[in-house]
């Protein structure tokens, strides 16, 4: 119920009534203490199973390590880490490394990387954190090499690996890049939706390059992969922006016989477009439709 202060309550009440609390409620507290950021509770309580030689299980472990993170402890949680890297699975590894990641300390993430590969704990899970660290400082040819080098630790890579890097690179407006590791995704069989193309098409519309984007959405439908209203709110967006009604209107015309549901996103390129083409009572037409 996100109740610190009625957990700790009970925690006290049970020492007053002469009820030592064990590793459950102790691990419990913890836990709270940590998500909330309550440094100061949080180390009194570690201190007390310290002193109880009570065992912190791995899911506490690194909501600690959060803590310490998110508060700038820098110091504090690589010691910490290192306190239990000895004993950690490859999951534990993966929630270490992203407590340093998700906040931009790449350089501890990395460390703590290395700690896992000498470990020999590593796993897709703890590569794709580790990708993820990178994507956030936008650190491209970094989570490539990553992704690129799972092989010879006998890991393959798995659909987020693939989809993060897809997002990264077409992020960066590279979108060639991106379409390398859509391959290597379909190749790999783990292609199971139109969201990776999605981005890729999008990433080539913003570029210009509409032969690609055509090419894309052929090879898509092709493939057999199910095609949304997103994918076609980008190709109607796109040959809006190039000033081209017919194929405009054309992709609409898709969306109408897939069945799917039409929606602003699908009609605003269009009254955008009539708009500037000056066709005026089209653009009203479609306005009234989404209550514009």
């Known amino acids: 119920m996100d109740d610190i202060d009625v957990a700790a309550y009970y925690f006290r009440k049970m020492k007053?009534?002469?009820?030592?609390?064990?590793?459950?409620?102790?691990?419990?507290?913890?836990?709270?203490?940590?998500?909330?950021?309550?440094?100061?509770k949080a180390e009194a309580i570690l201190k007390e199973m310290d002193e109880r030689n009570m065992v912190i299980d791995e899911y506490t472990q690194s909501a600690v390590t959060r803590m310490y993170v998110n508060?700038?402890?820098?110091?504090?949680?690589?010691?910490?880490?290192?306190?239990?890297?000895?004993?950690?699975?490859?999951?534990?590894?993966?929630?270490?490394?992203?407590?340093?990641?998700?906040?931009?300390?790449?350089?501890?993430?990395?460390?703590a990387f290395m700690c896992c590969i000498i470990r020999k704990t590593l796993s897709v899970c703890v590569c794709n954190v580790m990708i993820k660290a990178y994507r956030l400082v936008g650190k491209l040819d970094e989570a490539c090499e990553i992704a690129d080098g799972t092989v010879r630790y006998?890991?393959?890579?798995?659909?987020?690996?693939?989809?993060s890097l897809i997002q990264l690179m077409s992020t960066a407006k590279l979108p060639e890049k991106a379409l390398?590791?859509?391959?290597?995704?379909?190749?790999?069989?783990?292609?199971?939706?139109?969201v990776p193309y999605s981005v890729i098409i999008s990433s080539?519309?913003?570029?210009?390059?509409?032969?690609?984007?055509?090419?894309?959405?052929?090879?898509?439908?092709?493939?057999?992969?199910?095609?949304?209203?997103?994918?076609?709110?980008i190709?109607?967006?796109?040959?809006?922006?190039?000033?081209?009604?017919?194929?405009?209107?054309?992709?609409?015309?898709?969306?109408?016989?897939?069945?799917?549901?039409?929606s602003t996103t699908t009609y605003n390129p269009l009254i955008k477009l009539y708009t500037k083409a000056g066709?005026?009572?089209?653009?009203?037409?479609?306005?009234?439709r989404i209550n514009i």
């Not at 009534?17 to 950021?37: A, Q, W």
């Not at 949680?77 to 950690?88: G, H, L």
């Not at 391959?183 to 783990?190: D, G, S, T, V």
């Open 154 to 163: 006998g890991i393959l890579p798995d659909n987020l690996t693939y989809s």
């Open 235 to 262: 190709l109607i967006d796109a040959y809006a922006e190039d000033g081209d009604v017919q194929k405009a209107e054309a992709y609409f015309g898709l969306v109408k016989k897939a069945g799917l549901s039409e």
């Open 71 to 111: 508060a700038g402890m820098l110091e504090h949680a690589w010691r910490w880490f290192e306190k239990f890297n000895y004993q950690m699975d490859s999951e534990c590894f993966s929630a270490n490394i992203d407590a340093f990641g998700e906040r931009g300390h790449v350089f501890l993430a990395e460390k």
């Open 204 to 233: 080539f519309a913003k570029n210009g390059n509409l032969r690609m984007v055509e090419c894309l959405f052929r090879q898509m439908v092709t493939s057999g992969i199910q095609t949304d209203t997103y994918v076609y709110s």
């Open 16 to 40: 007053t009534d002469n009820l030592l609390p064990d590793v459950v409620s102790c691990r419990t507290l913890l836990y709270g203490y940590s998500i909330k950021g309550l440094v100061t």
């Open 279 to 288: 066709h005026l009572a089209l653009s009203q037409r479609h306005g009234k």
């Open 180 to 194: 390398y590791y859509l391959r290597k995704m379909q190749a790999a069989k783990l292609l199971i939706d139109c």
